[in-house]
């Protein structure tokens, strides 16, 4: 502990000098090696023993992560690295790679100012690479890169000097191309990563050793004497004369950001307020004086400590017993305790000022992505986009009554923890729905309720989340209150896709400038009046008021707009959620008399006409697709293609690598339960595969009636379709 103890004071000594600060994240494709060299990071820094680095797994701190041998969620430690004789405080954050726990690189991704991106030698640039470079660069985060185990490219596929340069030079042109595809203006202003400049690292995770073209300046070791000492297996002389912790952490200190350099850069894209007003100068400063202004990135729960916030502190300093306002809340909380991450350990310090990553106890009202502030009436930061959806639902029962509500608590508390996860408490029926992004998800968070919260639980076998949305237009429909004093007609069409990319990459929402949206969204193909009159985004949907000097319309567009977001939450088809639609208002009559036009009314008149109205304009589902790469041997090729077949599947591609084929197929997820053993026994153990999200297609028309009649009858639902007329008062 006294080891520890000195650390925590060496760290608070560098606190308040933000341009010794890096805040940075390590990302990749699961088992590409993140945790492994995370370990090697603290082994240098002197926080756990070198000989246990890379086989202890210190960030992966749970014991299902231990079992199962993958990150389940991004753990923080904050570390000292001595860099040219000064010493300079690193934040790391170890994140997951797998995909179904995706939401936590994203979260992550917006507490840092740079990341290590891990690539395997041998397998290259996969599928969640591709994915978390993008979560990074969409953040304002910037990359760098680590080639992990360089020493199976010499001992399993027996290259020779020259051809392991090559293939190492082909996987930077990989990166590049990925980088300057997803943001050319980054690319050109110096992100691009170099091995000549020092931007990109080679080395082993698990035998502690890397390289770098400083480095190699630096001891003399060129890439010739690393080929030899591999191919002698003589790792432990390599990892003393080139100590990874070393070449990784110099590439961190000098060519990721501190603070100072990234906040001006970070703050313009996530946050929209008033670039003159005094926070925004303080933020982009990183001004410890300034108000308060703190980002909240992931939500824990600590058995002594209840609630523990962590998150990005972009402005202002961190103390106990402040007074904070919270985004969304009522009244103000106040801060318990101020702390930084050591794994899974969390330390208490007296203050904590703006550049850092803090732990921060007291913020009862707080939820991952809420913005805390000293600030009455602050601008808060944009809102987290996730890449993916959640797309896989079970139904959670507590075995004994007893339990029943505290489970509903428990459901609440796990919801706040992890925001990818959906819960769904149907009062009607008692039947609590968990959505998630996978099988692995949900079996994660269900087996966490009964180790942690001690509530057992049986769960469903899993189904699909469906989308609805329509194909054609309808409209004007009327819509009428139970009174008959009111009367909306509304016009409804699909969402131009152009638009739906802009809310999906979190590109355009209700907080931006008017002007600012509106430019966006004419350049996204919306024509001008149509981009000036949105008065509501939710989710993929958007409401628009085309109408012109009604009375008293404003003072009922907050209860016209519940109506349609009830709608969207659960559409007129099967009550799935919709995505894609765009609802115009183009004419109301309402009743003078401000009784007469109360919530019993104005929300059934606004929620019938767009659900009759998306009935008439051919409504139809849609349903989630994954993406599933696989590697397999030549020689099992057709079992792994038959099995993708099988499953409603589409082969997108076929490469070959060696004595390897990678197959890029896409396939429904109602398909793919089971895959997993399936795959296994078809390529008799064989097979490497994975999968990322791919959006929702539409169902295909024979299966249509079928499945909309299951899910119905699921829910309590009447058997036959509902018609437009349903839903229109006579």
């Known amino acids: 502990m006294g080891r520890r103890k000195k650390m925590v004071e060496r760290v608070t000594a560098l606190m308040n000098e933000p341009e010794k600060i890096r805040n940075i994240g390590i990302v990749a494709h699961i088992d590409h090696g993140k945790t492994t060299l995370s370990d090697n990071l603290l082994a240098g820094a002197g926080m756990i023993s070198k000989e246990l680095a890379g086989r202890q797994l210190f960030m992966d701190s749970d014991e299902e992560e231990q079992q199962r041998g993958i990150t389940i969620d991004a753990s923080n430690v904050s570390m000292v690295h001595e860099y040219d004789g000064v010493d300079y405080l690193i934040n790391l954050i170890d994140t997951p790679g797998h995909v179904d726990f995706g939401g936590d690189v994203t979260r992550a991704m ?44 010499i001992n399993e596929l027996k290259v020779d000097s020259q051809e392991m340069q090559i293939r190492l030079g082909k996987l930077i042109d990989h990166v590049n191309k990925l980088i300057k595809g997803m943001n050319e203006e980054r690319y050109k202003a110096g992100w691009k990563v170099d091995a000549a400049q020092g931007t990109v690292a080679f080395g082993s995770a698990l035998y502690n050793w890397a390289i770098s073209v400083p480095m190699m300046k630096k001891t003399g070791i060129s890439f010739n004497d690393v080929y030899n000492y591999c191919r002698d297996g003589d790792m432990k002389t390599l990892a003393d004369k080139c100590p990874l912790h070393e070449a990784v952490n110099d590439m961190v200190i000098r060519f990721l950001p501190n603070p100072l350099q990234a906040q001006e850069g970070r703050t313009n894209v996530i946050w ?167 099988e692995l998800h ?76 509106r430019e966006k969204l004419m350049a996204a193909g919306m024509e001008k009046d149509e981009a000036k009159s949105i008065t509501d985004i939710f989710e993929s949907n958007i409401y628009l008021d085309m109408t012109k000097g009604i009375q008293h319309l404003n003072e009922t567009m907050e209860l016209i707009l519940e109506g349609f977001q009830e709608v969207m939450k659960a559409g007129p088809l099967s009550r799935e959620p919709c995505m894609g639609i765009k609802v115009k208002l183009v004419d109301a009559k309402l009743h003078e008399d401000a009784v007469h ?91 490497m595969w994975s999968t990322e999200f791919a959006g929702f297609e539409t169902l295909p028309a024979s299966l249509t009636t079928e499945i909309i009649g299951s899910i119905r009858q699921r829910k309590g639902l009447k058997k036959e379709l509902p018609q437009a007329s349903d839903y229109l008062s006579q």
Request: aromatic share 4%.
């Open 442 to 517: 949900l079996e994660v968070i269900a087996h966490r309720i009964e180790r942690d919260k001690k509530v057992e639980i049986t769960t469903t076998p899993p189904i699909v989340v469906y989308r609805e949305t329509i194909r054609g237009q309808a409209g004007p429909v009327e819509g009428k209150s139970p009174n008959r004093h009111n009367r909306f007609y509304v016009h409804v069409e699909p969402l131009e896709e152009g638009v739906r990319e802009l809310i999906r990459n979190g590109e355009i929402s209700m907080r931006m400038p008017e002007v600012e949206r």
């Open 272 to 438: 929209h307020g008033d670039r003159q007003s005094p926070i925004a100068k303080s933020m982009a400063t990183a001004d410890a004086k300034g108000d308060l202004a703190f980002m909240v990135t992931d939500i824990s729960m600590d058995p002594h400590a209840g609630e523990v916030a962590t998150g990005r502190l972009f402005s202002g300093s961190l103390t106990r017993g402040l007074e904070v306002y919270v985004t969304g809340a009522a009244k103000t909380n106040r801060i318990q305790q101020v702390g930084i991450f050591m794994g899974p350990e969390r330390l208490e310090v007296e203050t904590i000022p703006a550049g850092n990553i803090a732990a921060v106890t007291g913020l009862r009202d707080a939820f991952v992505g809420s913005t805390v502030t000293t600030l009455d009436g602050m601008t808060p930061f944009e809102s987290i986009k996730h890449a993916s959806e959640p797309v896989v639902t079970v139904a959670v029962e507590a075995k004994h009554m007893k339990d029943l509500p505290k489970l509903v608590d428990v459901l609440r508390q796990v919801a706040k923890e992890d925001p990818t996860l959906s819960i769904t408490l149907n009062e009607e029926t008692g039947e609590h729905l968990m959505a998630g992004m996978g």
């Open 110 to 153: 917006r507490a840092v100012d740079g990341a290590v991106v891990v690539i395997d030698a041998v397998e290259g640039t996969m599928p969640q690479t591709e994915t978390v470079l993008r979560q990074a660069l969409r953040e304002h985060v910037k990359p760098v890169l680590f080639i992990n185990k360089v020493d199976r490219l």
């Open 597 to 687: 036009r109360g919530p019993a009314q104005i929300i059934p008149a606004s929620r019938q006409a767009i659900q009759a109205a998306m009935l008439m304009a051919d409504d139809t589902l849609l349903e989630p697709y994954q993406k599933v790469f696989i590697h397999v041997p030549q020689d099992h090729m057709g079992g792994a293609t038959k099995e993708i077949q099988g499953r409603r599947g589409i082969i997108l591609n076929m490469t070959s690598e060696g004595d390897m084929t990678v197959i890029e197929s896409k396939s429904p997820v109602a398909e793919l339960f089971g895959f997993a053993g399936d795959i296994r026994s078809a390529t008799e153990g064989r097979a």
